[in-house]
């Protein structure tokens, strides 16, 4: 599936819900279906910036492509991040850096979301998109 319709599909699902309390259980039901990252992965290095709860971010490129896993200790954390690196996971590191998750505003996911909450959203995209740039730039050998 490509970014545009991967786009549409999560505006698809997002603005069907009526009200804050229904996209929080939206971002829940991604936490809990998302993969754990490994413990040996865990690392303060991997730790993200600026979030009250602890998220980790394991990028790989294989294959021309990123690939982003996460795991948070708190749920809506672990949700947020399951729809953004959802979202990149997959794609070439030139359409991640071109695509901005414009979206997610649009379909109401970043009203709800607290100044922490939208911090780590924040943070989460510029440390997906510095991974997809230092690929492009070389810096980053296909495992």
Known sequence: MSLPE???????DLITLP???ERFVYLLDK???W????ASL???ARLLPGCVSRLWLYPEFRDGRCWFHMDAD???SKGIAAVLCGFYSGEEPADIVAVEPDFLAEAGLTQVLSANRSNALTNLRKRIKAYAEACLAG????G
């Open 139 to 142: 810096e980053v050998t296909a």
């Open 19 to 21: 009200d804050a309390e």
């Open 6 to 12: 991967k786009r549409q599909a999560l505006l698809d």
């Open 31 to 33: 936490a809990k279906k």
């Open 42 to 44: 865990r690392t303060d």
């Open 74 to 76: 708190a749920m809506i």
């Open 35 to 38: 993969k754990p990252l490994d």
